[in-house]
């Protein structure tokens, strides 16, 4: 598994019972870690959303759609899971809100450190990053000549911002592989993630952004005319064992 390049991804939101969020991320960071990356995915980073106490959002990478398959397979039917998926799903309202995507560009996946995660026990740091996720919904496919447009016009503007993209992702619009687990189908998105020193430093950065002449000229009327509703913004804050922090 290539620990700085994930060609697919799952975005993927839970609404939890309300108060079970930590019940969930203790869990998830003491026994879902390890037990996902020894069958084969990458775990990219797991998340609280800072916006709603009772979402709980995370990622997961793979190399491709057929070791997805295998990976899903083996940590599903897996002892793990077995042992400990009552508790798990005890906690959920949903989990099917699954976005499958795909870096939209060479060298747009995920930047992940092999050694960013904290051990098993070991303190997690006092201050981790913030990040946003923002999700665009297309009216169309998000194309070669969107990307192009994101990279030569948007990225720029988001970068002189503060918000510089961490990496930029699209629909994977491949068979899903594992039926076992839904995705969201027939949407097309273009997704672009952000980490800020804390979540203070978020706030100010998407400040300037929306008071950008730049952005609200040059860059936000190509956007809207593309959009097929409104964007969503997830405001995040790592867990204690999340690869990315």
Same mark, same amino acid.
């Given at each position: 598994?290539?620990? +700085?390049?994930?060609?697919?991804?799952?975005? =993927?939101?839970?609404? +939890?019972?309300?108060?079970?969020?930590?019940?969930?991320?203790?869990? $998830?960071?003491?026994?879902?870690?390890?037990?996902?990356?020894?069958?084969?995915?990458?775990? +990219?980073?797991?998340? =609280?959303?800072?916006?709603?106490?009772?979402?709980?959002?995370?990622?997961?990478? $793979?190399?491709?759609?057929?070791?997805? *398959?295998?990976?899903?397979?083996?940590?599903?039917?897996?002892?793990? %899971?077995?042992?400990?998926?009552?508790?798990?799903?005890?906690?959920?309202?949903?989990?099917?809100?699954? &976005?499958?995507?795909?870096?939209?560009?060479?060298?747009?996946?995920?930047?992940?450190?092999?050694?960013?995660?904290?051990?098993?026990?070991?303190?997690?740091?006092?201050?981790?990053?913030? $990040?946003?996720?923002?999700? %665009?919904?297309? =009216?169309?496919?998000?194309?070669?000549?969107?990307?192009?447009? $994101?990279?030569?016009?948007?990225?720029?503007? &988001? *970068?002189?911002?503060?918000?510089?993209?961490? *990496?930029?992702?699209?629909?994977?619009?491949?068979?899903?592989?594992?039926?076992?687990?839904?995705?969201?189908?027939?949407?097309?998105?273009?997704?672009?993630?952000?980490?800020?020193?804390?979540?203070?430093?978020?706030?100010?950065?998407?400040?300037?952004?929306?008071?950008?002449?730049? %952005?609200?000229?040059?860059?936000?009327?190509?956007?809207?005319?593309?959009?097929?509703?409104?964007?969503?913004?997830? =405001? &995040?804050?790592?867990?204690?064992?999340? *690869? +990315?922090?």
């Amino acid at each position: 598994m290539n620990p +700085l390049r994930c060609p697919v991804v799952e975005l =993927r939101q839970y609404t +939890l019972h309300p108060g079970q969020r930590d019940v969930l991320i203790d869990l $998830f960071d003491r026994e879902f870690v390890e037990s996902q990356e020894d069958a084969g995915a990458t775990l +990219l980073g797991q998340f =609280r959303d800072l916006d709603d106490p009772d979402r709980f959002v995370w990622l997961r990478g $793979f190399d491709d759609m057929r070791r997805r *398959a295998e990976a899903l397979e083996s940590f599903y039917g897996g002892p793990v %899971w077995r042992a400990h998926r009552d508790e798990a799903n005890a906690t959920m309202v949903d989990s099917d809100d699954v &976005l499958l995507l795909r870096p939209a560009s060479p060298q747009s996946g995920f930047p992940v450190p092999v050694d960013a995660r904290p051990a098993p026990g070991e303190p997690a740091p006092r201050s981790p990053s913030s $990040f946003l996720a923002t999700v %665009w919904y297309g =009216r169309g496919p998000f194309d070669a000549a969107f990307v192009e447009f $994101f990279e030569r016009r948007v990225r720029p503007v &988001l *970068a002189e911002t503060g918000c510089e993209p961490l *990496a930029y992702l699209q629909s994977e619009h491949a068979e899903n592989t594992f039926p076992a687990l839904p995705v969201r189908t027939n949407e097309e998105v273009f997704v672009w993630f952000a980490r800020f020193a804390d979540e203070g430093r978020m706030d100010d950065r998407l400040k300037r952004l929306e008071h950008s002449e730049r %952005w609200r000229e040059e860059v936000l009327p190509t956007l809207s005319e593309r959009w097929a509703r409104a964007p969503q913004q997830l =405001r &995040l804050a790592p867990t204690g064992r999340s *690869a +990315l922090r």
